[in-house]
């Protein structure tokens, strides 16, 4: 199958830049979006995120081949309802949460006659909204997508090749695996810094402003993932709740490790420690996901 | 007092950055280096990280006004040893380690009869070694003098004017706040970052290579600071314990309370939770020791 017109419902960073890398990739693919909020469509609107943007979810979806889901995963159910009248019986209805088998669940049971196949772009910034999304964002990230079992293998392929075409590389896997690679690349880690951030807001004998100023310690890289999307990420430990839990138990079991490591003056445990996790980095920068410039290339010594 | 001849102990990162910095703030000052590696000497001479390298540590700081000992905090006591004989009586002798009342005990104990004024540049990246010193590193960061009480005024300002000449901002504060200061900005998130990266490359369900692979998610942020000098970070977490304990059972049980949130499923607890630290990073922002592009300005997207 092709895909010639796509519609996306939620028209906040991630929607927004699907919707302008289609536009600069697949100058051929009409655009059509929705968003629940009616100063999001504004700007949606100005900025031309999608070709027409709609004032009802039902207008957005009319004869899509491919709808985008790009909501909190909290509200993907919602939102799977509200455009259930107007779907095609050939539509690919896809999303790009977060977590992806409580997706798959809330999508399937309101849409139980459908083409359900979710995705997972792993590209993201710290910025929400109608603004903060460019078309750029998807460019050689990757994007896992999850088709459930008895997929129709066509409709996989042509969601498979819409992602390659906006420049990312795709891999697919299952839904349940997907949600524990993540716990531990993408949920534990901002849980954790969304945590010290508020932990070193909290301090009586150090100063918020002492934190501020001298976080160039380390502390700032925390800070920025700790300003993301509340909303979006309440959503995301509410929905992959068992692999958090799961992976946080195993980070708190090392955490006492090295604490005791500290406690016990134990040098070389925590020298054996360090110098193991370098090769991971490298790995990192090796395959182009990072790069190696001295804190990654800001420019701001300068 | 003017400082006329500065001599640097230690030729890696720090000491190759304050070399570079020297000859090109301050052009009319005299430069001289030693590192304890042979091949570090050769390689610093290649770069000129300072205008002479000695190849014995008494050389280098000979007629010097000021010494910065550039190396690991545990080595400190050794690195001053080895230069008493050739001090002179006036010299300034200080450092740039990362904890401060150890590293005072450890100057003082050695050299009781000089004047030892430690300090601590805010600024550093994951590179270690004679060949990732750069004149810019210090621009826009603090520096945090500590002068032990007594401490001779006009000794301490020359030292600032030093530090300032250089680009940086300059705070004095005692060795003690400084510590419990760092321990939150920097030690306990580097012990973070270098545990989960652990966490994550030991695990059955998730491959090594997949952690690498979808580490856009969150995880590179925390690989980068995880990728830092092994011997450095032990040396810190020796030498500044009391202060990380502190700090780290602040954390685990700020830890503790998301733990229990998830688990109870309590999106409300988590919602505020995550818009508080938001106010932090604004400050960040705010103040110029990060930037808000996205991705920090990386531009690997393109
Ligand atoms: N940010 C990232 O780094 C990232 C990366 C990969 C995947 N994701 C996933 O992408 C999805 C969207 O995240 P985002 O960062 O793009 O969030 P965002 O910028 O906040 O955009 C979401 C938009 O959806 C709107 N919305 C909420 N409920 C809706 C509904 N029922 N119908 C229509 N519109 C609705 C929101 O409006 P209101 O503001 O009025 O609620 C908002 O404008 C989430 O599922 C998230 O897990 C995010
Ligand atoms: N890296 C940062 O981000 C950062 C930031 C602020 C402050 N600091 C502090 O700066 C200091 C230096 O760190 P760095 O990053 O510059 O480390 P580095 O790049 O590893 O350089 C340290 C150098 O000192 C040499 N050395 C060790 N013991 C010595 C001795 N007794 N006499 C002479 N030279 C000796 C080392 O040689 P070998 O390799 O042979 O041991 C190495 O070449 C540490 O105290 C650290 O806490 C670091």
Same mark, same amino acid.
């Given at each position: 199958?092709?895909?010639?017109?796509?519609?996306?419902?939620?028209? %906040?960073?991630?929607? %927004?830049?699907?919707?302008?890398?289609?536009?600069? $990739?697949?100058?051929?693919?009409?655009?059509?979006?929705?968003?629940?909020?009616?100063?999001?469509?504004?700007?949606?609107?100005?900025?031309?995120?999608?070709?027409?943007?709609?004032? +009802?979810?039902?207008? @957005?979806?009319?004869?899509?081949?491919?709808?985008?889901?790009?909501?909190?995963?909290?509200?993907?159910?919602?939102?799977?309802?509200?455009?259930?009248?107007?779907?095609?019986?050939?539509?690919?209805?896809?999303?790009?949460?977060?977590?992806? /088998?409580?997706?798959?669940?809330?999508?399937?049971?309101?849409?139980?006659?459908? $083409?359900?196949?979710?995705?997972?772009?792993?590209?993201?910034? /710290?910025?929400?909204?109608?603004?903060?999304?460019?078309?750029?964002?998807?460019?050689?990230?990757?994007?896992?997508?999850?088709?459930?079992?008895?997929?129709?293998?066509?409709?996989?392929?042509?969601?498979?090749?819409?992602?390659?075409?906006?420049?990312?590389?795709?891999?697919?896997?299952?839904? %349940?695996?997907?949600?524990?690679?993540?716990?531990?690349?993408?949920?534990?880690?901002?849980?954790?810094?969304?945590?010290?951030?508020?932990?070193?807001?909290?301090?009586?004998?150090?100063? +918020?402003?002492?934190?501020?100023?001298?976080?160039? %310690?380390?502390?700032?890289?925390?800070?920025?993932?700790?300003?993301?999307?509340?909303?979006?990420?309440?959503?995301?430990?509410?929905?992959?709740?068992?692999?958090?839990?799961?992976?946080?138990?195993?980070?708190?079991?090392?955490?006492?490790?090295?604490?005791?490591?500290?406690?016990?003056?134990?040098?070389?445990?925590?020298?054996?420690?360090?110098? +193991?996790?370098? @090769?991971?980095?490298?790995?990192?920068?090796?395959?182009?996901?990072?790069?190696?410039?001295?804190?990654?290339?800001?420019?701001? $010594?300068?």
């Amino acid at each position: 199958m092709t895909i010639e017109r796509v519609a996306i419902i939620g028209l %906040g960073l991630l929607g %927004g830049s699907i919707g302008l890398a289609v536009q600069k $990739h697949l100058p051929g693919v009409a655009t059509a979006g929705y968003d629940a909020d009616p100063d999001v469509r504004a700007r949606a609107r100005e900025r031309g995120l999608t070709a027409v943007v709609a004032d +009802r979810p039902v207008e @957005a979806v009319e004869k899509a081949d491919l709808v985008i889901l790009c909501v909190p995963v909290g509200a993907m159910g919602e939102a799977a309802r509200a455009i259930a009248p107007a779907l095609g019986e050939d539509t690919i209805v896809s999303d790009v949460g977060s977590s992806k /088998e409580s997706t798959y669940s809330a999508l399937s049971e309101a849409l139980p006659h459908h $083409h359900v196949i979710p995705a997972h772009p792993v590209a993201g910034t /710290e910025e929400s909204g109608p603004d903060a999304g460019f078309a750029s964002l998807f460019h050689r990230r990757w994007c896992i997508v999850t088709p459930p079992e008895g997929a129709d293998p066509a409709k996989v392929a042509a969601l498979v090749t819409f992602w390659e075409d906006l420049g990312a590389l795709v891999e697919t896997m299952d839904a %349940g695996h997907h949600d524990r690679v993540l716990a531990v690349t993408s949920h534990i880690p901002h849980l954790i810094a969304y945590t010290i951030v508020g932990t070193a807001s909290d301090l009586e004998q150090v100063t +918020r402003s002492e934190v501020i100023k001298f976080s160039a %310690g380390g502390f700032r890289d925390f800070t920025r993932i700790a300003a993301s999307d509340p909303t979006m990420w309440r959503d995301v430990f509410l929905n992959n709740r068992e692999a958090v839990l799961e992976m946080l138990d195993r980070f708190l079991t090392d955490l006492a490790l090295m604490r005791e490591a500290i406690r016990a003056e134990d040098g070389e445990t925590m020298f054996d420690w360090f110098t +193991r996790t370098r @090769a991971i980095r490298r790995g990192i920068v090796a395959i182009g996901q990072d790069d190696a410039r001295p804190d990654f290339g800001r420019k701001d $010594h300068d």
